[in-house]
């Protein structure tokens, strides 16, 4: 049981690059998540999906794109990475009944 | 506009002593209180939760209070050990919509031996 992986632990893109984070989670959980955390600052949210082949925006979407094409992945695509996306990406998966398991984070630089 | 806040980015606490995090949010609709503990390069890890019907959880030496007259929480370490060093993430949701916590900033406690 790995619990919630993400690929890959490092990137560094040059501007204008695109890339997808891969997030997966093998505890059948419905709920999954995408945060960035910057330096002095806490989990901000980008997309979450509530269940198979749905997503919605959180507090900072602009520049991300989200899919869940299958219930145990979910990822995050930058299209065209700026150096404000350099950051720490989390990504969380929770049942309905319980609380947020995260995973071990996607160390991202934009140069 | 930070809706959860944690006014002390550190704090340094001598092994065996207390470790007291505080917290403090603005939004009457949060009801159901989260602390997470991140070691570097990991992922935050779920430590304790409260929820508003309550004002004490404790768990081991990890207790929460909260004060909801007041909108503030704290996390009481006793007796605070060298792993417990760790940056510590106080959240809050409100329980009857989506599953959304609001995090703080953080706070970096370190335990020195």
């Known amino acids: 049981n790995a619990g919630v992986t993400q690929t890959p632990k490092f990137r560094v893109l040059k501007t204008g690059q695109s890339m997808t984070l891969l997030c997966a989670q093998d505890m059948n959980h419905e709920y999954m998540y995408w945060y960035r955390q910057d330096p002095g600052m806490g989990l901000r949210l980008i997309h979450y999906?509530?269940?198979?082949?749905?997503?919605a925006k959180g507090e900072v979407p602009d520049g991300y794109n989200v899919s869940r094409l299958k219930k145990q992945n979910f990822l995050l695509g930058l299209e065209s990475a700026a150096p404000s996306q350099t950051s720490v990406y989390f990504c969380?998966?929770?049942?309905?009944?319980?609380?947020?398991?995260f995973g071990p984070g996607t160390r991202l630089t934009v140069l | 506009d930070q809706q959860v806040k944690q006014n002390s980015p550190s704090l340094s606490v001598q092994e065996g002593r207390i470790s007291i995090l505080n917290c403090d949010y603005t939004n009457s609709m949060f009801d159901y209180f989260l602390w997470y503990k991140k070691y570097p390069a990991e992922g935050p890890t779920f430590l304790i939760s409260i929820s508003s019907i309550k004002d004490k959880n404790e768990d081991g030496r990890f207790t929460v209070f909260l004060n909801k007259s007041a909108k503030h929480l704290s996390l009481h370490i006793v007796p605070s050990q060298p792993g417990d060093s760790a940056v510590y993430f106080c959240a809050a949701l409100a329980s009857g919509g989506s599953y959304i916590p609001t995090f703080g900033r953080g706070t970096s406690l370190i335990v020195h031996p």
């Open positions: 969380a998966s929770r049942s309905l009944a319980d609380t947020q398991y």
């Open positions: 999906s509530v269940g198979e082949g749905t997503t």
